[in-house]
C-alpha cells in the first residue's frame, strides 16, 4: 500500500497515533529539562482539507471531524484536540500532521528535527517551518536519520517513525531499524506506526518484535472494523518505553491508553467488529 499523507490526513489512524503522540509529548513536558522530538517521514506538516488529495477519499470526515463533533470527548484528547483547533482553525481548514503538533505543543528550548525524502514535500516541509529556530529540516531518508541523529546531545526525547508502506518488506525494515535505534538511545520513547490489513503480515511484525525486540514495548490498535483484505480496516501503535500516564490505571480499572482506545473505536466505529488492543509484547 502507498500511505502518502495528504491522502489520508485526519483520519481515523491519524486520530490515534496523534493523540498519543500529543500524550507523549506533554508527559516530556513535565520535567524542565529540554528534550528531542525526530520524525523520521514527516510529509509536508500540515494539509490542506479542501486540497485534491484530501478531497480524493474525504477520509477526515469518519476520523476528525467526528472527534469535533462529539459532544463529551475522552478527557485524554484535550490536549490533541485543542491544538488540532489552535492550529486547523474553526471550522477545520487544516489539519496538523505530526510535525505541526510536535512544534505546537514543544517548548521554546526543546529541539526538533523534521526528515522528508520525497522532493516537494520536503520543500513545502521547509517552508512551514522556516520561522521556527527550534527545527531542522532535512531532505532525507528518515531510517538514515536514525542512524545520524541519535543519541540526541538532550538524553531525552520522542522518536515518531512513520513511513508510507509502500511495500511489504516495510515491516521487516521497521524491526530492524527500532532495534538498532533503541540501541543507539535506550531510554528514548519510540513510536512506530503501521497498518492493518493483512493481519497475517502485521501480525508477523508483532511476533517478531515479541521474540527479539527491545524491551518495555507495548502494541496497540484500534480497530474501525473487522478485517477486510481489500483496505485498511486497523491502525497500530508500537511504543518502546511508555510513560506511565500513558499506562497507568485509571478510575475505570483500565490504562489510560486503553480507556482512550475503547472510546475511540466507539466513536470511529465503521462498522461490526470496531475494538480496540492493547497488548506488551515485552515488558
Known amino acids: 500500500m502507498n500511505y502518502r499523507h495528504a491522502y489520508h490526513a485526519g483520519n481515523f489512524a491519524d486520530v490515534m497515533k496523534h493523540a498519543?503522540?500529543?500524550?507523549?509529548?506533554?508527559?516530556?513536558?513535565?520535567?524542565?529539562?529540554?528534550?528531542f522530538l525526530l520524525d523520521t517521514?514527516?510529509?509536508?506538516?500540515?494539509?490542506?482539507?479542501?486540497?485534491e488529495e484530501a478531497q480524493k477519499t474525504g477520509e477526515y470526515g469518519?476520523?476528525?471531524?467526528?472527534?469535533?463533533?462529539?459532544?463529551?470527548?475522552?478527557?485524554?484528547l484535550g490536549v490533541y484536540l485543542d491544538a488540532v483547533r489552535a492550529l486547523g482553525g474553526s471550522?477545520?481548514?487544516?489539519?496538523?500532521?505530526?510535525?505541526?503538533?510536535?512544534?505546537?505543543?514543544?517548548?521554546?528550548?526543546?529541539?526538533?528535527?523534521?526528515?522528508?525524502?520525497?522532493?516537494?514535500?520536503?520543500?513545502?516541509?521547509?517552508?512551514?517551518?522556516?520561522?521556527?529556530?527550534?527545527?531542522?529540516?532535512h531532505e532525507m531518508d528518515g531510517y538514515t536519520a536514525l542512524k545520524a541523529m541519535l543519541p540526541p546531545k538532550e538524553r531525552r526525547g520522542l522518536i515518531l517513525i512513520d513511513p508510507p508502506f509502500e511495500d511489504r518488506g516495510e515491516f521487516g525494515t521497521l524491526a530492524r531499524a527500532?532495534?538498532?535505534?533503541?540501541?543507539?538511545?535506550?531510554?528514548?520513547?519510540f513510536l512506530l506506526w503501521y497498518p492493518v490489513k493483512d493481519p497475517s503480515v502485521s501480525g508477523a511484525f508483532l511476533e517478531r518484535l515479541a521474540a527479539d525486540g527491545p524491551p518495555k514495548t507495548l502494541a496497540l490498535e484500534l480497530h474501525v472494523m473487522a478485517t477486510d483484505p481489500a483496505r485498511m480496516t486497523g491502525s497500530g501503535m508500537i511504543v518502546v518505553n511508555p510513560p506511565f500516564s500513558l499506562t497507568g490505571e485509571g478510575p475505570d480499572g483500565k490504562s489510560t491508553i486503553r480507556s482512550?482506545?475503547?472510546?475511540?473505536?466507539?466513536?470511529?466505529?465503521?462498522?461490526?467488529?470496531?475494538?480496540?488492543?492493547?497488548?506488551?509484547?515485552?515488558?
Open 20 to 35: 498519543v503522540l500529543a500524550l507523549v509529548v506533554e508527559h516530556l513536558k513535565k520535567k524542565e529539562k529540554p528534550f
Open 41 to 51: 517521514h514527516a510529509g509536508t506538516g500540515m494539509t490542506d482539507l479542501s486540497g
Open 62 to 76: 469518519q476520523g476528525i471531524a467526528r472527534l469535533l463533533a462529539a459532544a463529551d470527548p475522552h478527557p485524554a
Open 91 to 137: 471550522p477545520l481548514a487544516l489539519y496538523p500532521g505530526s510535525p505541526a503538533l510536535m512544534a505546537h505543543l514543544a517548548r521554546a528550548n526543546d529541539r526538533l528535527a523534521f526528515c522528508e525524502l520525497h522532493p516537494e514535500d520536503a520543500a513545502t516541509l521547509r517552508a512551514n517551518f522556516r520561522r521556527d529556530a527550534r527545527v531542522k529540516c
Open 178 to 189: 527500532l532495534g538498532e535505534a533503541t540501541r543507539r538511545f535506550a531510554t528514548g520513547t
Open 260 to 283: 482512550l482506545l475503547d472510546w475511540l473505536a466507539i466513536t470511529l466505529s465503521q462498522g461490526p467488529g470496531a475494538r480496540a488492543r492493547e497488548e506488551w509484547l515485552r515488558d
